[in-house]
């Protein structure tokens, strides 16, 4: 099928703070890949690191939490994914596919790797985000079946409760009754309380801070025995008193920037317990109790991304069951509106801040 994308309305981010809705001109076009026209786009906290905090090198469309339909491929792609009238969901991740890592299934974790929702304009077709209309995949593009039946703006979570999955599951290697603890309720916390319960945890903590009381509601929601108040509660003193002063199997770090943090979790685990950071610290340096971690055989893991069978697993769930997921209080938005949304999500707008907002670029 021939392509039909000559240019697109999207979402710019042209500087900190700057963001331009315009036509963006596809082109040139490469010898091969194909066109999705987004139904919805997800809005993670990166896109907010990108907007508020970061120095941006050259405009881009953001977005990398990609949900549409194929339908235009061309050249000699090679995807088997690219069948025109397909509804899938992105991988963020474009690597190299030949690389070490790559064949040793860290995929994500490729050095030469580049990414939707942070490519430049000038690299042809341009259109490498989902606060577009339409966006350009790549041949070596991951993408996943989404199923009809899934609401597209419900669907965007695919990637926080993918990671939560691959999170507890995988990496935490959560056995059926151990107790867990989520440190942080933004969406990828509330996505590891939920599959601590999917993945038959026995007690789940979930810890916030002050204004994160209707997320701790929505921690509960979504499975959670015990949640607390940092800020008004020793959120260790609890967890040892549920836990008979044990500690807890599995900890989930998932706080930006916190890193004093990770020490009170190392000596709130259990003996043989493991620790998983998943919330990056921007730079900075955590302490850890390292004679806590060796007299008490305490295991600290990084993770970054997920593995892909967990975004097969997520969707599916999310069809199955998508009342659960409305404990992830959203914003829907077009265009016209992506940085109110992320002001809204950034906690500058005012009102409570829903955990998860959603762009609809070819909504009404």
């Known amino acids: 099928m021939s392509p039909v994308v000559r240019e697109s309305l999207a979402a710019v981010l042209s500087a900190p703070r700057t963001i331009e809705v315009r036509p963006v001109l596809a082109g040139p076009q490469p010898a091969a890949g194909a066109w999705l026209l987004v139904e919805a786009c997800g809005i993670c906290g990166s896109d907010w690191s990108w907007y508020a905090e970061r120095e941006i090198p050259a405009p881009f469309v953001p977005g990398h939490e990609m949900v549409g339909r194929i339908v235009a491929a061309w ?84 990637i926080p409760v993918s990671n939560g999955l691959s999170w507890l599951r995988a990496a935490g290697r959560l056995q059926p009754g151990e107790s867990v603890v989520v440190l942080g309720v933004g969406q990828h916390g509330l996505a590891s309380v939920a599959a601590a319960r999917k993945c038959g945890a026995g007690l789940v903590t979930a810890v916030g801070r002050a204004g994160d009381r209707a997320r701790l509601d929505a921690a509960a929601k979504l499975g959670a025995d015990l949640v607390v ?60 109790p390292t004679d806590v971690l060796v007299r008490r055989e305490i295991e600290v893991r990084g993770v970054a991304a997920r593995e ?57």
């Open 75 to 158: 050249g000699d792609h090679g995807n088997a994914a690219f069948e025109p009238g397909a509804r899938v969901a992105i991988e963020e991740a474009l690597p190299c596919w030949s690389c070490a890592e790559c064949r040793g299934g860290r995929h994500r974790m490729c050095a030469r790797s580049t990414r939707y929702g942070g490519t430049a304009l000038d690299v042809a077709p341009a259109l490498w985000g989902g606060f577009s209309r339409y966006a350009y995949l790549a041949p070596r593009t991951s993408a996943h079946a989404v199923p009809e039946s899934l609401d597209a703006g419900l669907a965007t979570l695919f």
């Open 229 to 288: 108040d940092a800020d008004s509660g020793d959120w260790a003193a609890a967890l040892l008193d549920a836990t008979g002063k044990r500690g807890a199997d599995l900890l989930v770090d998932t706080t930006p920037g916190a890193t004093d943090i990770l020490a009170t979790a190392a000596r709130c685990a259990a003996i043989g317990g493991r620790v998983i950071v998943a919330g990056l610290k921007h730079g900075a340096s955590s302490l850890l």
């Open 308 to 364: 892909s069978w967990a975004i097969d697993a997520a969707l599916g769930w999310m069809a199955q069951d998508p009342a659960l997921f409305g404990a992830f209080s959203s914003v829907t938005v077009g265009l016209a509106d992506v940085e109110r949304a992320l002001l809204t999500l950034g906690g500058e707008a005012g009102g409570l801040r829903p955990v998860h907002a959603v762009v609809e670029p070819n909504g009404g």
